[in-house]
């Protein structure tokens, strides 16, 4: 059957609401702030055969691959066990969840004539599943049984009636239960809204004619990534990036975590082959096939359709090549609680490769990490206890055409937030300190690579623990393109009672006493061309917004400024004579 422009479009539109339909009920039904302020999560809408048809603004890194959860439900449950009104949850890395243990993937089959003809899917990060320590999110384990609860896809909802079985296990096996359960339930009532529009569309316009309209908004999604392919010139282009160790600060240094990648782009096609990464390492920074393939996805369609909505058909003409057994697909049961970490860095290098081949559309290094922290304890004021998750936002590189965005979060978070610092005082025991833009983190460059950040919590009235995984510090930070500089990396900084500073990248359960100090510091993104060449009043007002410093505009850009306009009432001015000799100096005299 062949479906008319306009009847497509409405189709196509209605899919998209209600995967909409999903994030609306989950922002205002969920009880923790991970969900419903920062929108750690992904909504789609998918066919019978697991293919994407429609999302809606999430996080990238969660979209590409919902449709592992939908076939690791056939294989475990069966297509012909499952009737209308149930509702799947997994979990397990390595069966379903394809990530880590807190994320919980929740699924709702949509029938029609007696037959499953979709999926809504929701997948999302809870605030503790069980594991060693609180969070789920760790540095510093060695197998996928010490990090959590797993569950493969379950009927957590059988019939439209609840399995208590498996809300019971799930109560017993978390530290902080009703908030746990309470997403949960917002979840079950996201998805079986999703699945009830779905149902609507197949009732109103008919299956077949569904149907074929599904078939075509796939086949359109093809298209238009085979026309962008055929726009990057044929050839085989590399990047690689050795990460910071995997595991705990206090682990060797020089284990290696290379991660390596190879692109080939011939015609219409191209291929995205991970080959030369390193073997799976002990520690936790494995990543599930599934999340490799959604981050190199992820890659693909930023250089190819980045303005489009996404489908399965955008895909159709990329293969992915993972070595078994490596770093990006480990064989079960690899610890992979920092599965994050890896997969922020590849879209990065995909840009990195193609930088050759495609001057004019790619960007320098972002900062490079999640900046995953958890923070958790007994609150003072209500006796209960309490986990929070978050991240925090940094610099994006340089662009061929304008400066690097601040204070975005990683590739991987795409469309999240931050806790606002009036909800982070309301819900938990600390004040927020400070909230600013980190001067000078971002690299100089013709155009400059966007800001970190600096975010500081206090800890008040009680004692508190602190996990943190930050990568892209010592080995591989934010990197310049086309003569521009490297940006700041990422840290964590301590400030102790008895005046000392600790500063960390990756640690669990690290201690907190009250009133101590944890200074969240995310990198910049790094520059793109030759900061000699920006223009001096673009240097003058970075200056004068305080995202630069003086003492930068000097050493960095060859800028000089008059003094007076920098220490009293006067406005500052370029001296151009002082400015063009300084760059003459930095040039070597070669210019």
Known sequence: MKVDPITLEVIRNRLIAASRDIRRTIERAAYSPILYEVVDFSCGVLDSEAALIAETPGLPIFLANLGYAVESTYRTIGRENLDPGDVILCNDPYNGGGTHCPDL????????????????????????????????????????????????????????????????????????????????????????????????????????????????????GEKLARAAVRRIPDGTYRAEALLDGDGNDDEPLDVNVWVRVEITVDDDEMTIDFTGTDPQCRGPMNVPEPSTISSARYGFKIITTPDLPCNEGFFRPLEVVIPEGSLLKPEFPAACAMWPVPTTTIPDLILKALA?????????????????????????????????????????????????????FSMDLGDTYNVPVEVAEVRYPWRVERFELRQDSGGPGKYRGGLGVIRDYKILGHKAGLT????????????????????????????????????????????????????????????????????????????????????????????????????????????????????????????
């Open 105 to 220: 993937t929740v699924l709702s089959p949509a029938f029609y004539d007696d037959e499953i003809r979709g999926w809504a899917a929701f997948r999302g990060h809870t605030v503790d599943m069980g594991g060693i320590y609180p969070g789920g999110w760790y540095s510093n384990t060695t197998e996928v049984f010490q990090e959590g609860f797993r569950l493969p896809p379950v009927k957590l909802m059988s019939g439209g009636k609840p399995n208590e079985d498996v809300f019971r296990l799930i109560r017993t096996n978390t530290r902080v239960p009703d908030a746990v359960l309470g997403d949960i339930r917002a979840m079950i009532a996201a998805v079986r809204k999703a699945s009830s529009r779905f149902y609507e569309i197949m009732d109103t316009y008919g299956l077949e004619a569904t149907l074929a309209a599904i078939s075509e908004i796939l086949d359109q």
């Open 468 to 591: 943190v995984t930050t990568d892209r510090v010592e080995n591989t930070p934010p990197w310049g393109l086309f003569g521009g500089k490297d940006a700041e990396p990422n840290i964590t900084v301590i400030f102790r009672n008895d005046g000392t500073e600790e500063k960390w990248r990756k640690i669990s359960n690290l201690p907190l006493d009250e009133n101590e100090v944890v200074s969240f510091r995310t990198g910049g993104g790094g520059g793109f061309g030759n900061p000699l060449e920006r223009d001096p009043e673009s240097v003058l007002e970075d200056v004068l917004n305080g995202y630069i410093s003086p003492q930068s505009a000097l050493d960095d850009y060859g800028v000089v400024l008059s003094e007076a306009g920098l220490t009293g009432p006067k406005a500052a001015t370029v001296d151009l004579e002082a400015t063009k000799k300084q760059r003459k100096k930095l040039y070597g005299g070669n210019r």
């Open 356 to 408: 050759p081949a495609l001057p004019d559309r790619v960007r320098a290094g972002h900062f490079g990490d999640s900046m995953a922290n958890f923070i958790y304890g007994t609150d003072p004021r209500t006796k209960k206890y309490y986990v929070c998750a978050e991240g925090d936002a940094g610099g994006y590189g340089g662009k061929p055409y304008e400066d690097g965005e601040h204070a975005f």
